[in-house]
Every structure is written in structure tokens, then in C-alpha cells.
């Protein structure tokens, strides 16, 4: 068995393989088929101040080799989530990781502040793709300096790992990646859901309640491994690799683009013990490839023609 | 629940475009219940990329069996699986129906179309409780009504081509109307329409009243949020069809 | 038979299907199986003034619904293109949109001019998505006040139709459709290749010979969608439809997004005679449902909710 | 070149994970010459996405063969076709291999592997120009070995199960070596590193080879420019494998 631990900004994880938030509810859901504690680690469904009932429906659509989801942030609540999930959360021998959403900064250190005092949360990750009230509705995420004053603000308030989450829905996800390193953030989580679309023809109607929606699974693969290469290219920092990994194999890819560690999301739907499986895969992998320690693997790209992501000849 | 390859023994029809498919799971024969259902992988590989939600429609020793209206592509490809294929089955998920529920002596079974597919169990489940259990079934037309393994059936067809010309609801209002029952409960299954309807005739006739719900589902078993169901109550607030149904009294939800 | 045909700044389209840019050679390669004149419009491979010979193998990658290319704008030049392909067009009852790429604002101009005094040449649209050697390889088309100048410099040139093909790989699209329309494009074709990345994990080498590539078909006819109903919500001239559509119901969410005509572009390779099925097919819904004149499906959408791509709570 | 739907007639093993699949194409089998090939949709849907392309293995009346190795989703897709499927068929495709060339009297078949699926049709296209036929095989091991349907064949395995121990070039060097041929042409058809190797024997013994390659294809009609093949001579230039191959003059390309 290669080692498979290591450490993400002073953090034990057993693998390289976390599932992604969103896509494990707050890790009680899976335990008949699953055992959490053969993940590297679960990060919650995005925690809010209040509790958010979420969109209408629909919510979700299936799209070739993807899907559309609008669920609108659902979730119970950070206080409902310390007083009813965390006692299990506790128990399982796994890293937890917090994802938290705020349509205001100060709401984002307001949450951070509750979960700070827990027992249990092992570190952050911090969901920028949400609407900024303040800015009329526009995502954070998809303005840098939005996305730096986050994590400026956030960095102070704990010691434990603060990951930021980027949306692909930029032009050049280096820059926001560079941001997060310049104002401490420890890692940076590439990629969020794509934003997508589609439309009922029967009825004229946008399928989903909120007329778009974020597109993940196997369909954004290519594009998450480009956004992870060009950001592990531009930061020391780690890159946690996300989207459309279903398999061990599509894991090794983002590991051989520079990701440090990857999430597993909307395989979770078909298989909840995908991650496992992934986790697994990667091992028997470097058994047969004779490789020690999956560190190793991490950004082992042989890129000879030294093409970048900006100057490639589409 | 739990996630198992299963031997799938054969497809049969059942109706105009409508087919049977029966697999074996010892586990889950034994321990799922009216109104649960099952989360199919159709094929390996990602088209479809979702898991299909079915009700258990019989259940035979070992084997399940589900009832299917081709009307996609999952659906065509379950068609064409072969006994000897293996067939990725999440399951038993939901809530079962309500059946133990002191408050009713008779069960009536109101089906459109494929929502005809959790009743058998059903009626054996009211059977076993001592529940009387009489039942409508509506469809399209004679070819599309499957009313196998059910008995004390009406029946209601769209073009009158068997039993009651009408819909479903109206034949259960009007023998209703004929035939008093006393202590009665509804347990609806079918296309949302339909099921507005009987929520209005039970709420009009005050009778108890179960509608097992449709809609997409991302994951089928609460981790993706996808599957949301409008709570009655001044707030908006939102049950999860796939963990909290499919099956709803009627109070409890804005229909 | 609805009215299927239309002006396109005032050129006369028989319908609104044309094959997109690299997705039809030259219009001369498929003809055994498919009949062009059925088409709404042939647009060429990307002309750029020198010939090119394009990139090493590997090219092409098939990956989930939809495969990557990196084919370096393969061509033959302006001048062979004038003198072996435009012959063969100007027999074919369609129109004939020159696709142009250069790397240089000069060279745009240049080819333009060259084709301008062509007969048989119905239209510009202009690729954008190419390496501005000038600002080391950056691509003209993720700089907004590029676009603009592009379609300043080439406006006055010509009194034909001139698109701009805009990138998806940007933060706000309907930046760029705003650009065009205000230096006198007269349409923006949305979107061209999603940059993505594919990568052999036995070797560990990038699949592809330069490292990323354009992700196109199926897999990104959601993202297209979004992009299309961003474009045609910022801008009242028209947004040409392209990503991922393979059948008519695909091209009819584009139109009721807001696309007034669509481009095939992958489908081609799996069927040449896709754009025609895909043309019958619109015609085929428009009858059906008693819509007199396609025109009346343009941006028909019932987005009842509201909610635009830019506030919506993914 | 048209595009069609063949009724399939069935799928017959050959060797280890090696199949035979016949269709019906009376237009296709008339026109199909020897080294072209057949692009075909395995599956409706985007899974896989892109066509897959075969060599035209052998002809009967209006049925067209194709051999094939199980290596990825598309060919065990294709394994999976039963009589009564139908296959959407775009050929013939490429160009044939050039048979006519009044340089040579023997025709050196070699293939590697899968590399034999072209040479029954080339053999017999051969013989009707009277030219001599002498055929080497090379494959894993004898599991894999399919000499079906070609005449004066000398194998070797790798594995040395069966013929000659060792790789096909090796064989058909030593042959020559032992049996001297006036006026051959060499037509290879088989993996690069094989391919790479009859070139350089070719060279050395000034043996006039033409090389069918294999490679990832967008279109396999020339619209996607996805196939390049660099050619040889000092400016960087590529051919089209679908179009100006598959087959092509050592002499013409990089190799
Ligand atoms: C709890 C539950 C139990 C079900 N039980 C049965 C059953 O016993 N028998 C049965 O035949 N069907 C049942 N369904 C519906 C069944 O899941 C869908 O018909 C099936 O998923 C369609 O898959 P497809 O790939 O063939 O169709 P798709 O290609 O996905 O869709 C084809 C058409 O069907 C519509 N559709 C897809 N999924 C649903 C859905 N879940 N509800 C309503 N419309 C849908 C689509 O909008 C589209 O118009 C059940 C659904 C749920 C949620
Ligand atoms: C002109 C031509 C003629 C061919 N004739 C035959 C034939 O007669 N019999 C036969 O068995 N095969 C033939 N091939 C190869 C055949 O097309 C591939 O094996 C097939 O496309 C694989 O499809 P798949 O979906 O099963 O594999 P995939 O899932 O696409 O790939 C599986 C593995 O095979 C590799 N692969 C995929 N396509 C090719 C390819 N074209 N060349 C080399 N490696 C590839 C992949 O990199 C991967 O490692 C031919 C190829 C060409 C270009
Ligand atoms: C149904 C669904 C809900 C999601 N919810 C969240 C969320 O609450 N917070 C978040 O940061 N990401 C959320 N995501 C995004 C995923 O964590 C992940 O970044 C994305 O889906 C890409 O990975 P995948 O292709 O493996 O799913 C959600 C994704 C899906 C499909
Ligand atoms: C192989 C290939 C080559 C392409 N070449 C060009 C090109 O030369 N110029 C251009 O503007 N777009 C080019 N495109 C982009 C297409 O025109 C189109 O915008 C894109 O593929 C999305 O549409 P689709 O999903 O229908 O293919 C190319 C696409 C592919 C797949
Ligand atoms: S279907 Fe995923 S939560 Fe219900
Ligand atoms: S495969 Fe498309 S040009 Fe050769």
C-alpha cells in the first residue's frame, strides 16, 4: 500500500479523497452503504446564518453525461447544524470540513465565528459562488478583489485550514487563486458548478425554477482539470481538485495536474461510495505503478510541448 | 438501504408500452414495503447519468418486480435488459405508506396510469392489517390498464374503451356516491393532475388521504436536495420527496 | 410549412441552421451524404492569411458527451481557399460566411480585405478565440477592449454581414455582445470551445499535443444555453446559437433562448447531414404547434420567475 | 461514401476478446475496396459520442465483415449486437490500398495483432491483378492469432504459443532472408511500433511498403482535421489519415 496520508495546511487526512459539499448532505445520509471513515475527508452542505428553505422546484435536471442543479443553498442553518449534526459528525473518524455561504462578508465571519468554537470542524471552506446582496445579486466569486476581502477577513477569525472555493465562471481562475494565496487562504477548492442552462420546448419554460442553473458530473471534467492546471501552476498553495470524477482514474488525472487533493460530488448521487471506491483506486494504482506515496503524483504532469492554458491553439 | 448487483431474471409486457421487469435481491424482498422504491443504475457509463427511481411493484420469494412505462431513455433501456444481466439497484428507499394508521377500516386504491405500480403491495400490506381494500385504476385506454395481481378493481378509461368513460377520481367520487363506505382512507398514486384532483375530493369528502408524489430525483436518498415538496404552512418551507415521501398525507403538503 | 426563412443583417438565410466554423471543411466534403443547399449557411473553417499546417497528433479526445480538439486552426489560407474551395461554394444555393482568424489585428483586416472582393462571399464572422501574438499569446477574445477593436478596425471594410464568434472562456459574455454591437457588428455567434484538458494517466502526459483544447458537443449545450440567453438579454442585435446541438429540440431551446439561427458543429462529425435533420426538425415542431413563421420562437421563453443567469442562488 | 443503416446479421467470435460482426449493405459491399474503411455509430445517444472506425475485413455477397478487438466502451458496445440491431454505417472511407502499381509481382502482407482485418479483402484484390501472396501474422499468442480466410500465411506470437517466437517484422525478415522474393511490395497494416519497424526493414532492403495507420478520428471524412499524419519533407505539413489514407507510401510521411 503507497501512503496515502498527508498533510493539508497542518491537517492529518487519511486520502486524498473528500466528497464535495452539496453532495453528502452532513455525512449521515450514506452510512447503510458508505463508511465515511474510508474518506480523507466530508465537507458539509453549505452552511448559512439563518436556515434557507431553498428554490422551488424544479431543482435538478440531467443533461448529457452532466446535470443542472438549483437547489438555492438549502440547509438547516449553522445553529441546527452544531446542535444536530455535529454530535454525529463527531463520532466519525474522518476530517470534517465546513462549507459556508453568505450573501454578506459579515455573514460569512458571523458563521466561521460560530463553527470556530466547535469541537469537530477540522477546517473551512468558504462557497464564494453566492450572491453578494450588497453588490445587487452578483456573485462573489466572480470578483477578485470580493474574493480576496473574504478571505482577508476570514483568515484571523481561525487557525484551522481555510480553503476557498473558486467558480469556474471566470476568465482567468489564476488571478482568484493568487488572490486567496496573497491574503493567506491555505487552499484553494477548483472547481464550483459551471453555469448552464435548459429549456423545456413543450412548454417554452427554463426546466429549472430559476431559469439557470450550475452544471456538474462527467460533462465538466475537461474543463475543471484545465482550471486546475492553470491554477496549480500559479500558486504555491494547495489546488483541491473538483468536477465530474467518478472514477479512481478521472481522481489520478487532477492529481497529475497539480491537484493536491480532489472531491468527489455528483458521483455521490449514483454510487455513495464513490469516494471510497476513487480512494482505493488511486492506492491499487500507485501499487501497480510503483509508486510510494501518492504525493508523488501531485502535479507529475509530463507537459514536454510546454503549452500553457492561455497560449494552447484552440 | 443498500447498494446491490442484482441478477435480473426477464422483462415481460404488461400493457401497451408498459413491461414488468423482475431481478433478485433476497435482502431487499424481504425487508421492503409498500410504497418504498428502488433507485436503478440502467447502464454503467453515464447515459443515463442518474439512477431511475421505481415503487416495488411485486414482490415473489426472492425476486422484485417493478412495472415501467417506456418513456425515455432509461426506461428503453431497462426494456432491453436480459435475464443474465446484472442490474445496479440502491434500495429499499422512502418511507413505506401508512398503513397502520388506527383511524380507517377500508383502504381505497386510487391509480392513474403507472401509478398503479405500488398498489399490489399495498393491498397485500391492508390485507395483512385487516383493512378492507377496494380499488380504481384509470388509464388511457384497455391496453394501457394493468390490473394484475389486484382484486375488487374498477376500472376508468379515457376513451371509454373499457370500464368507466372518464377519469379515475370521477369514477371513485361516483361509486362513492353509490356505495357508502365507512372509515374510509385514499392511498393515491399517479400523474400530478390526477392526484390535485383526488386531494380536492378527499379534502371536499373529508377523508383521510395518502398521494404518492413523482418527480425528479438527483440521488434518492437526501444528499443532493433535489426533490423538494412544498410543506402546507404559512412559511415556505420544503419536505424532500425521495427521504420524507414519496408517499404525504395530503395536510401536511401544498398540493 | 412555416416561414423558415429570414435577413441576417440583411442577407436572406433559408433557415436558421448553418454548420459552425471547423465543423464542415470547406463545404466540399460531405456532399455524397448531405445537400448543402439545404442548409441555412455554410461557414468555413477559420482562413487565416498564411497558410497553416495545425498541430501535432494527438488533435482530438473524446470525453463525456463531448470531446476536446486542438487542431491549431488547420488551414489552407485565404488565397488557396479563393482559388480551390470558393469556386465549388458559389455553385451551392446557400450562403457562405467566411470564418476569419489571424494573430494580429493587421491580419485580420488583411484576409477580410482579400475576401471582400470575392464573389460568393455572403458574410464575415470573425474567430476571435486566437493568440494575440502581440500580447504573448493571450487570447484576443478574453479581452473585451480587443473585441472591440477588432470589429471597429474591420466594420468600415466591408458592407456585408460581420459577425464576431465570442468565447465562452470569460466572466460576462454579454460584455463582449455589448462591445461588438456598439462598434457595428451586425451579430455575435455564441459560443465557441470550452477550454478543457484531458490527460492519459498510464503515460502521464496531457492527451492532447498542446496540453488543453476546446471542449465541444453535447456536454456543453447547457453552458452554451446560459451564454446565448446572457448575450441576447444584453443586446438587440442578433446572437447566432452554437454548442452542443445535435437535434432539433436542441436548436429550438437555442431559439427560445434567444438565439435567432443556430450553428451545428460536432454533430457533423457523427452525421453530415445533422444540420439539415436539425432544420427539418424545427420546421416539424413549428407546424405542430401552429407557429406560422419560426421568427415568432426567437427569445420566446417563459422565464415567469425571472430570475437572470447573473442572481440566480446556484 | 453514404451513410446507412445496416441490419446487423450477428457477432461470431474469432480469438481472445477478438469478434467478427457482419452487416448488410448491398451498395457498400459493391463499392468497398480493400484498405478502406467503415465509420460506424455504435450506439444512438452520446455514449460514446464519436463514430468508431473498422477496416472492411471481408465481403459475402451483400454482407461486409468487420474484425474486431474488445478494447474500450464502443467495441463492447459492438459485441453486444444481435441480429435484428441496426448499425448506422457511414463508408466506404479513405482510400483503398494502392493494388494496381505495376512495380512489383508479390504482395508482402503483414499484420500485427488487429492489423489483420484488411488483408483478406487486399489478398484476394491481389490475386485478381495476379499478383503472388505471401502473408506474415504476428499476435500476442495463438488465442489471438485470427489466419481465417488468407492463404501462404507465416505466423509468429510473441509468446511463441504458435510460429515463430518473437514479432512479425523478425518473421518476415528471417523469411526473406531464407527465401529471396523478386520484386516485392510490402503492405503493413498494425500497431506504430510494428509499423515504424516494417518501415525501417523496408528502407534497409529498398522494398517498396505502404502503411495503413491507426489513430484517434473526428469524422473519418475530412471535415474535422482531426487525424493528422505529418508527411515527409522538410517544411512541417500533415495528410489526412481518414482521407488521404489510411494507407500510405512509407516514402510520403514521417514514420
Ligand atoms: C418515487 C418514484 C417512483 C416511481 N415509480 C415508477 C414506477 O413504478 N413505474 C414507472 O414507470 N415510473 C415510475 N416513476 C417514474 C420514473 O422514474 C420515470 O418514468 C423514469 O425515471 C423516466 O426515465 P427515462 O430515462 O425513461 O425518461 P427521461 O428520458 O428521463 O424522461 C422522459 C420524459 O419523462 C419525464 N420524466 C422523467 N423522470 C420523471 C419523473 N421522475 N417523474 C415524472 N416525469 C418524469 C421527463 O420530463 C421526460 O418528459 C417513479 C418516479 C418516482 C420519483
Ligand atoms: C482506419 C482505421 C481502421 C481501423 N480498423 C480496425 C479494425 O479493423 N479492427 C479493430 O479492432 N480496430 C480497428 N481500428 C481501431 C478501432 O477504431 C478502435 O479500436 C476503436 O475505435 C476503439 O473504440 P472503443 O470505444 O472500444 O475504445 P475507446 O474506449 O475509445 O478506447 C479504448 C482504448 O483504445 C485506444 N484507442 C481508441 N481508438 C483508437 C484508435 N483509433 N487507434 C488506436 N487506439 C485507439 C484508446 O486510447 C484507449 O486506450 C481502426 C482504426 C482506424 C483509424
Ligand atoms: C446538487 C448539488 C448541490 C451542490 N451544493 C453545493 C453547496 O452547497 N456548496 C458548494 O460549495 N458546492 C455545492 N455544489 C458543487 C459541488 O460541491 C461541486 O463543486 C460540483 O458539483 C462539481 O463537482 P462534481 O462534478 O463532482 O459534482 C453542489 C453540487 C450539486 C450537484
Ligand atoms: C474539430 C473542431 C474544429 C473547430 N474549428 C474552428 C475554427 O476553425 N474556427 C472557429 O471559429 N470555431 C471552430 N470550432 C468551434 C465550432 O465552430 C463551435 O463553435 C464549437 O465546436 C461548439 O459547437 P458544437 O458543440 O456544436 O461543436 C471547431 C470545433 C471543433 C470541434
Ligand atoms: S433526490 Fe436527492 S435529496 Fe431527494
Ligand atoms: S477524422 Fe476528421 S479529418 Fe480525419
Redesign the interface.
Known amino acids: 500500500m503507497p501512503l496515502s496520508s498527508f498533510r493539508l495546511a497542518g491537517l492529518e487526512l487519511k486520502n486524498r479523497v473528500l466528497v464535495a459539499s452539496?453532495?453528502?448532505?452532513y455525512g449521515d445520509?450514506?452510512l447503510?452503504?458508505a463508511d465515511p471513515a474510508k474518506l480523507g475527508g466530508i465537507i458539509t452542505?453549505s452552511l448559512s446564518l439563518k436556515p434557507r428553505?431553498?428554490?422551488?422546484?424544479?431543482?435538478?435536471?440531467?443533461?448529457?453525461?452532466?446535470?443542472?442543479?438549483?437547489?438555492?443553498?438549502?440547509n438547516i442553518g449553522v445553529r441546527r447544524f452544531v446542535d444536530e449534526k455535529l454530535p454525529f459528525l463527531r463520532t466519525v473518524d474522518t476530517a470534517v470540513i465546513a462549507n459556508i455561504a453568505a450573501s454578506t462578508i459579515e455573514e460569512y465571519c458571523e458563521v466561521l465565528r460560530i463553527l470556530e468554537g466547535e469541537e469537530g470542524i477540522d477546517g473551512f471552506e468558504i462557497n464564494v459562488?453566492?450572491?453578494n446582496v450588497r453588490e445587487?445579486?452578483?456573485?462573489f466569486g466572480?470578483n477578485c478583489t470580493a474574493v480576496a476581502e473574504i478571505t482577508r477577513r476570514l483568515r484571523p477569525l481561525t487557525k484551522k485550514p481555510l480553503l476557498v472555493k473558486l467558480t469556474p465562471?471566470?476568465?482567468?481562475i489564476a488571478e482568484f487563486a493568487r488572490a486567496v494565496e496573497a491574503e493567506g487562504g491555505d487552499a484553494v477548492s477548483v472547481i464550483?458548478?459551471?453555469?448552464?442552462?435548459?429549456?423545456d420546448?413543450k412548454?417554452?419554460?427554463?426546466v429549472l425554477?430559476?431559469?439557470?442553473?450550475?452544471?456538474s458530473?462527467?460533462?465538466?471534467?475537461?474543463?475543471a482539470?484545465?482550471k486546475v492546471?492553470e491554477a496549480s501552476r500559479a500558486v504555491k498553495i494547495p489546488v483541491i481538485g473538483i468536477g465530474?470524477i467518478?472514477s479512481a482514474?478521472d481522481a489520478?488525472?487532477f492529481l497529475?495536474?497539480g491537484a493536491t487533493a480532489v472531491q468527489v460530488g455528483?458521483a455521490?448521487?449514483?454510487?455513495?461510495?464513490a469516494g471510497i471506491k476513487v480512494a482505493a483506486g488511486i492506492d491499487r494504482?500507485c501499487d501497480e505503478n510503483g509508486i510510494p506515496d501518492v504525493a508523488a503524483?501531485v502535479g507529475?504532469?509530463?507537459?514536454?510541448?510546454g503549452?500553457?492554458?492561455?497560449?494552447?491553439?484552440? | 438501504m443498500m447498494m446491490e448487483l442484482c441478477p435480473v431474471e426477464g422483462v415481460r409486457r404488461a400493457g401497451d408500452g408498459i413491461y414488468v421487469l423482475s431481478f433478485v435481491s433476497a435482502a431487499m424482498s424481504r425487508s421492503i414495503r409498500a410504497g418504498q422504491f428502488l433507485n436503478l443504475r440502467v447502464e454503467e457509463g453515464c447515459e443515463p447519468l442518474l439512477r431511475r427511481p421505481f415503487s416495488a411493484y411485486r414482490i415473489e420469494k426472492t425476486s422484485i418486480e417493478i412495472l415501467f412505462h417506456v418513456v425515455g431513455r432509461g426506461t428503453a433501456a431497462l426494456r432491453k435488459k436480459r435475464q443474465g444481466d446484472v442490474l445496479d439497484v440502491l434500495g429499499p428507499l422512502g418511507k413505506p405508506f401508512r398503513t397502520a394508521d388506527p383511524g380507517y377500516d377500508t383502504g381505497l386504491l386510487i391509480g392513474g396510469g403507472l401509478g398503479v405500480a405500488p398498489l399490489p403491495l399495498l393491498a397485500s400490506a391492508l390485507r395483512e392489517q385487516g383493512k378492507a381494500v377496494v380499488t380504481f385504476l384509470g388509464a388511457r385506454s384497455a391496453s394501457q390498464l394493468v390490473t394484475d395481481h389486484l382484486e375488487n378493481v374498477h376500472t376508468a378509461t379515457d376513451d371509454g374503451s373499457i370500464g368507466f368513460r372518464g377519469n379515475v377520481v370521477g369514477l371513485a367520487s361516483d361509486f362513492l356516491g353509490k356505495h357508502p363506505i365507512t372509515r374510509p382512507k385514499i392511498f393515491a398514486c399517479g400523474p400530478m393532475p390526477m392526484l390535485r384532483a383526488v386531494a380536492s375530493f378527499a379534502r371536499a369528502s373529508d377523508i383521510p388521504c395518502e398521494v404518492s408524489l413523482e418527480g425528479p430525483m438527483g440521488c434518492g436518498i437526501g444528499i443532493c436536495q433535489g426533490c423538494p415538496v412544498e410543506l402546507a404552512g404559512p412559511e415556505k418551507s420544503y419536505a424532500l420527496m425521495c427521504k420524507d415521501g414519496p408517499a404525504f398525507d395530503i395536510r401536511t403538503i401544498t398540493i
Chains 1, 3 share one sequence.
Not at chain 1, 464550483?192 to 429549456?199: E, Q, S, Y
Not at chain 1, 507529475?300 to 510541448?305: E, I, K
Open positions: 452539496g453532495t453528502y448532505g445520509d450514506c447503510e452503504t452542505k428553505a431553498g428554490n422551488p422546484p424544479v431543482r435538478i435536471v440531467e443533461t448529457a453525461g452532466g446535470m443542472l442543479n438549483s437547489i438555492g443553498l438549502a459562488s453566492c450572491p445587487g445579486g452578483l456573485i466572480t465562471n471566470v476568465t482567468h464550483n458548478t459551471l453555469i448552464g442552462m435548459a429549456i420546448v412548454t417554452r419554460k427554463p425554477s430559476t431559469v439557470t442553473g450550475g452544471l458530473g462527467p460533462a465538466i471534467k475537461p474543463v482539470l484545465a492546471y465530474g467518478t482514474t489520478l488525472e497529475i495536474a455528483t455521490n448521487f449514483i454510487d455513495p461510495a494504482y503524483l507529475s504532469l509530463d507537459a514536454a510541448s503549452a500553457s492554458v492561455l497560449d494552447s491553439w484552440l
